[in-house]
C-alpha cells in the first residue's frame, strides 16, 4: 500500500514537471499568432514522421510551423524546408505524459502543441470508425493524419544538402569500406523488443561469406556485433552514408523511418511482437502496424520468431531471393 503511494507521489510530480517545463518552452517560443509550434520530445523516428508531414500541413493550413526538439535531434527537422522554425534545447518534458496531453488537447494555432504520434485507446477507436476498417489496418500512419486534421498523408521526401553528402563521402572514405558492397547491420531499437543475437551473427557470416563487408550502426554504450567495425553516423549524413554502403539491414527502429526514402537495399526485421489496444483487448503484429512498405513498397521485410533459430536456409531466403 506505501509503495503504491509512493509511486503516485512520484508519477504527480513528475506530471507537475512535465506541465512547468512545457509552459516554460512555450512562453520562451513567443509563438506568432498565426504560427503552428509543435513539440517533439519523441523518439527520432516519431519526430521524423512527424516533420516528414509538415509539408502538407503548410499547405492545408496556410501557416508558419516551428518545431522544438532535443539537441541530439537538431538535424532532422531541417530536412524539411516548409518548416519556418526549428528550435534545439538540451532538456524537454518526459515524452511518457505525452499520450494524457493529447488525448485531452487539440492542436491549436498560435499555442505550443505535442508532435506526436498518440497511440492511445481514444484515438484508436475513433480512427477506427472514422476510417471504417478493422483495427487490424490501421498503421502508424494514420494516427498522425487523424491527430493534424489533414486530408492527405503524402510524406515528403527528406532534402539533403550538399555539405551533408560531402562530409558523408568523407566519412565513408575514413572507414575504408567498398562502395556499394558494405552492409550496415542496425540491430538496436527502443521500441521493440530485440532481436536474439544468434540471427545477427548468422546474418554476418552469410554476409561475409557472400563478399560483403558487414558493420554495425552503434549509438552510446551499444557494442557491434562480434567480428564487426562499430560505426556512428549523424542523422544528417546516414541518408548518403547508406546510399554509398549499398544495403541496411536493421530491427524496425526510428532508423529504419529516416531510411525509408534512402536509395539503399533496406531489410527490416521485425521481432514477434503485438501492440495492445483497446485497454490490451486487441492485439496488432508489429510488422502489421508498423510497416514501412507502406510508405516504400520496395522495402523488404520479414518478422523474425524467437522461437525458430536461424539457419542458412531461412537467412539466404530473407537476404537474396529477390536479387
Known amino acids: 500500500?506505501?509503495?503504491?503511494?509512493?509511486?503516485?507521489?512520484?508519477?504527480?510530480?513528475?506530471?507537475?514537471?512535465?506541465?512547468?517545463?512545457?509552459?516554460?518552452?512555450?512562453?520562451?517560443?513567443?509563438?506568432?499568432?498565426?504560427?503552428?509550434?509543435?513539440?517533439?520530445?519523441?523518439?527520432?523516428?516519431?519526430?521524423?514522421?512527424?516533420?516528414?508531414?509538415?509539408?502538407?500541413?503548410?499547405?492545408?493550413?496556410?501557416?508558419?510551423?516551428?518545431?522544438?526538439?532535443?539537441?541530439?535531434?537538431?538535424?532532422?527537422?531541417?530536412?524539411?524546408?516548409?518548416?519556418?522554425?526549428?528550435?534545439?534545447?538540451?532538456?524537454?518534458?518526459?515524452?511518457?505524459?505525452?499520450?494524457?496531453?493529447?488525448?485531452?488537447?487539440?492542436?491549436?494555432?498560435?499555442?505550443?502543441?505535442?508532435?506526436?504520434?498518440?497511440?492511445?485507446?481514444?484515438?484508436?477507436?475513433?480512427?477506427?470508425?472514422?476510417?471504417?476498417?478493422?483495427?487490424?489496418?490501421?498503421?502508424?500512419?494514420?494516427?498522425?493524419?487523424?491527430?493534424?486534421?489533414?486530408?492527405?498523408?503524402?510524406?515528403?521526401?527528406?532534402?539533403?544538402?550538399?555539405?551533408?553528402?560531402?562530409?558523408?563521402?568523407?566519412?565513408?572514405?575514413?572507414?575504408?569500406?567498398?562502395?556499394?558492397?558494405?552492409?550496415?547491420?542496425?540491430?538496436?531499437?527502443k521500441s521493440v523488443k530485440p532481436i536474439d543475437f544468434n540471427w545477427w551473427i548468422k546474418i554476418r557470416d552469410i554476409l561475409l561469406k557472400s563478399g560483403f563487408q558487414p558493420v554495425t550502426n552503434v549509438g552510446l554504450n551499444e557494442k557491434p556485433i562480434e567480428g564487426t567495425q562499430g560505426i556512428t553516423i549523424p542523422f544528417e549524413e546516414i541518408i548518403p552514408f547508406s546510399e554509398l554502403a549499398g544495403w541496411v539491414i536493421g530491427i524496425r527502429s526510428g532508423l529504419m523511418d529516416i531510411l525509408s526514402s534512402s536509395k539503399c537495399k533496406l531489410t527490416v526485421l521485425y521481432p514477434e511482437q503485438f501492440v495492445e489496444f483497446n485497454n490490451d483487448k486487441v492485439s496488432v503484429k508489429v510488422i502489421n502496424n508498423f510497416g514501412l512498405k507502406k510508405i516504400n513498397n520496395r522495402i523488404e521485410e520479414y518478422e523474425i520468431n524467437h522461437d525458430v533459430q536461424p539457419s542458412d536456409d531461412i537467412i539466404e531466403y530473407m537476404l537474396f531471393s529477390k536479387n
Open 1 to 189: 500500500m506505501m509503495k503504491k503511494f509512493l509511486r503516485k507521489i512520484i508519477l504527480f510530480f513528475r506530471l507537475v514537471n512535465y506541465l512547468y517545463l512545457y509552459r516554460k518552452i512555450e512562453k520562451s517560443l513567443k509563438i506568432d499568432k498565426n504560427e503552428y509550434a509543435f513539440l517533439c520530445n519523441v523518439h527520432p523516428g516519431d519526430t521524423y514522421l512527424f516533420c516528414a508531414l509538415m509539408e502538407e500541413f503548410v499547405k492545408e493550413y496556410k501557416s508558419k510551423v516551428t518545431i522544438v526538439v532535443n539537441e541530439n535531434q537538431a538535424a532532422i527537422p531541417t530536412f524539411f524546408p516548409s518548416i519556418s522554425r526549428v528550435v534545439t534545447l538540451k532538456k524537454l518534458p518526459d515524452f511518457r505524459f505525452n499520450s494524457i496531453f493529447c488525448k485531452y488537447e487539440h492542436i491549436r494555432i498560435g499555442r505550443l502543441n505535442i508532435g506526436y504520434r498518440p497511440n492511445n485507446d481514444d484515438l484508436m477507436s475513433k480512427l477506427v470508425n472514422y476510417f471504417n476498417i478493422d483495427v487490424d489496418d490501421v498503421d502508424f500512419v494514420e494516427p498522425y493524419i487523424f491527430y493534424l486534421g489533414l486530408k492527405s498523408r503524402k510524406i515528403s521526401i527528406p532534402t539533403i544538402k550538399s555539405e551533408w553528402r560531402k562530409a558523408a563521402i568523407s566519412r565513408f572514405e575514413r572507414f575504408n569500406l567498398p562502395e556499394h558492397r558494405t552492409v550496415i547491420l542496425a540491430p538496436y531499437a
